[in-house]
């Protein structure tokens, strides 16, 4: 059974650093291209940060550039995204997302693009 699990998430203060991790069972995640989304209560679920299969080619939503970074370790069947410098607007479960294809440019933060999901992770962003 295909199956992806997110860990990581917590309770930060503001500036503090997480990373989240995103292991997969049932599948060969290195086959597959994964996103990482957030929704906030209240708020439509938007793309984070994508990955390509083999982790040459990552996307990041510009409100994460240079805080966020996306890495994979496919020997590990586990994708990352070390979140650096939080700031309360980041508070949201975090989902990541598995997809046969990779699509480039802002299309890999698409969320109608994957296919498999997993259950989230809560980020909480406060003083």
């Known amino acids: 059974q295909l199956q992806l699990v997110e860990s990581g998430g917590g309770l930060v203060q503001p500036g503090g650093s997480l990373r989240l991790a995103c292991a997969a069972s049932g599948f060969t995640l290195g086959d597959y291209a994964v996103g990482w989304f957030r929704q906030a209560p209240g708020k439509e679920r938007e793309g984070v940060s994508c990955?390509?299969?083999?982790?040459?080619?990552?996307k990041y939503a510009g409100s994460v550039k240079g805080r966020f970074t996306i890495s994979r370790d496919n020997a590990k069947n586990t994708v990352y995204l070390q979140m650096n410098s939080l700031k309360p607007e980041d508070t949201a479960i975090y989902f990541c997302?598995?997809?046969?294809?990779?699509?480039?440019?802002?299309?890999?933060?698409?969320?109608?693009?994957?296919?498999?999901w997993g259950q989230g992770t809560q980020v909480t962003v406060s003083s």
């Open positions: 990955i390509s299969k083999s982790g040459g080619v990552t």
């Open positions: 997302a598995a997809d046969q294809k990779f699509y480039l440019g802002s299309a890999c933060l698409d969320r109608l693009r994957y296919d498999y």
